[in-house]
């Protein structure tokens, strides 16, 4: 047997067999290497703070202080320091949890910083701060009404009901008002986003959990077109035909954009309907409302490629004890049909973390992502094209869930209790509300083909993430890739 190590996984071969084994508790963060040239904030900070900070350090935005200018950064300089390089767990800034030393490391719209930066803003901070000279600053990015969405300019905003949720109301879930949408035509949407919207003062201080400043903990929701009364369909195959279900808005959470092959229909004369809205105080009298936007493909688009089915989580064994760190939740779903994923999405409560997606083909054992979780600022990870999973139809997903039911975790209001499943941000959920794309054979084998030759793979390549990507094509004769592996096996 041969034991080694490739890009940040630990391979095993042995009768044969490719193992990628996850590690078995979170991530540990070696301090980066001290940066030894001098740093000021002209020429190595703030293009850092442009690229991953501003977009929530600014005014009228959701973080608790502006860094858009070298006197708004200067007094929290150590802070800036200290969260930086708490590592891929809760309360890192950037909000990024992904561990860098497992799996998958290609992620669209990554703002994570770098070891060097980390050790560049170090350096920085323990120098004194210094500006530098002026001139060498980037030139300031412009931000405006359109700037909050991360998707660009937005085609369509429409935004639910308003609703108020006193200072120390318990946790609250059921329904609220459908609202007309507003658009009179059939379209395709290439991206979605977001926001909740609310009268909470970011500068004073609120409940330290359960998200902050906010008081939708999620929504799930889908949009259809109703009856004449308003009323949604009843009839199960009218409601199938008229209806799109869409990714579950949580709190903090980031924007989804679909795979190009595989956008998302909203109907014309659509309504936003939800199916379970989750509301929790936040410690302050707040109003608040969703504000969702939509971003579509140009008119005359036709998808060729279907959303995957992906049920997987566990609501029935949650079990997690009082005072007891890295406690371990798993559950697996068996794919139905060749997917490619597009994203992972952990959903825990606030005892989650960290979570791992593994996928099971045959022998082999592939660890995709593994992350952090904080409940405060829930994150979709979108992979980038040429390195998102592919996967034949049969492959095990599974996930492990990482629970800290302890005072170290600072998501939780009394470690003393125990925690089963359940709605309240008190008990917990378990799940990967990630999602992918169907492929037929054909385009399995195709994507497959792909992704060998944009990334020049050899035989001596394991891929993560494909598992039959350097199986030899079937003959001619007939047989897919997919049935060829079967018979090696």
């Known amino acids: 047997m041969h034991v080694g190590t490739k890009a940040g996984w630990t391979l095993s071969v042995a009768l044969g067999a490719a193992l990628l084994t996850p590690a078995v508790a979170g991530a540990q963060q070696t301090p980066p290497a001290p940066y030894a040239g001098d740093v000021t904030y002209a020429k190595d900070i703030a293009p850092i703070l442009q690229r991953s900070c501003q977009n929530c350090h600014r005014p009228d935005s959701v973080a608790p202080m502006s860094l858009l200018t070298y006197e708004q950064v200067r007094p929290w300089a150590r802070s800036i320091k200290t969260r930086v390089a708490i590592g891929p767990k809760a309360g890192v800034m950037p909000p990024w949890y992904v561990e860098k030393n497992i799996g998958i490391q290609n992620y669209k719209n990554d703002p994570s910083l770098s070891e060097e930066e980390i050790a560049k803003i170090a350096k920085w901070a323990d120098s004194g701060a210094p500006r530098g000279n002026p001139a060498d600053e980037p030139k300031p990015l412009v931000w405006n009404d359109t700037s909050k969405w991360t998707i660009g300019e937005p085609d369509l905003v429409v935004k639910t009901t308003d609703l108020t949720v006193k200072a120390n109301n318990p946790d609250w ?98 309504s936003l309907v939800s199916n379970s809205v989750h509301l929790h105080s936040n410690g302050r009298d707040t109003k608040a409302h969703l504000e969702i936007a939509f971003k579509f493909f140009p008119r005359g688009y036709k998808p060729t490629l279907r959303r995957a ?103 939780i209001p009394d470690p003393r209790n125990w925690q089963g499943s359940g709605n309240r941000s008190v008990t917990n959920m378990f799940i990967d509300l990630g999602h992918g794309v169907s492929l037929t054979d054909e385009q399995f084998e195709q994507e497959m083909a792909e992704r060998v030759a944009k990334r020049k793979l050899t035989k001596n390549d394991v891929p993560i993430g494909c598992p039959l990507c350097m199986v030899p094509k079937a003959p001619a004769r007939g047989g897919t890739a997919n049935t060829q592996a079967n018979q090696q096996q």
Not at 189 to 211: C, F, M, Q, W
Request: hydrophobic share 35%.
């Open 173 to 270: 879930w059921g329904e609220i008002p459908s609202v007309a949408i507003g658009n009179t035509e059939d379209r395709y949407v290439e991206a979605l986003e977001i926001k909740e919207a609310n009268d909470v003062d970011t500068s004073g201080s609120g409940r330290a959990t359960v998200g902050g400043r906010y008081v939708f903990h999620h929504m799930i929701w889908s949009t259809r077109v109703l009856g004449p009364d308003g009323a949604a369909e009843r009839d199960q195959s009218v409601v199938d035909e008229d209806s799109t279900s869409w990714p579950v808005h949580e709190v903090g959470r980031n924007a989804d954009r679909f795979d190009p092959r595989g956008g998302r229909l909203l109907r014309a004369n659509s």
């Open 309 to 411: 089915t992906r049920s997987l989580g566990n609501g029935v064994d949650i079990d997690i004890k009082p005072m007891e760190a890295n406690q371990q939740l798993h559950a697996y779903f068996v794919l139905p049909e060749h997917t490619k994923i597009t994203t992972f999405e952990p959903h825990l409560h606030a005892p989650g973390a960290r979570m791992c997606l593994e996928a099971i083909w045959g022998i082999n054992i592939q660890t995709l992502t593994c992350a952090g979780y904080d409940h405060n600022w829930v994150r979709v990870y979108e992979y980038e094209d040429d390195y998102a999973p592919i996967l034949p139809k049969g492959t095990i997903l599974h996930i492990t869930g990482y629970m800290d039911n302890t005072p170290a975790n600072k998501n």
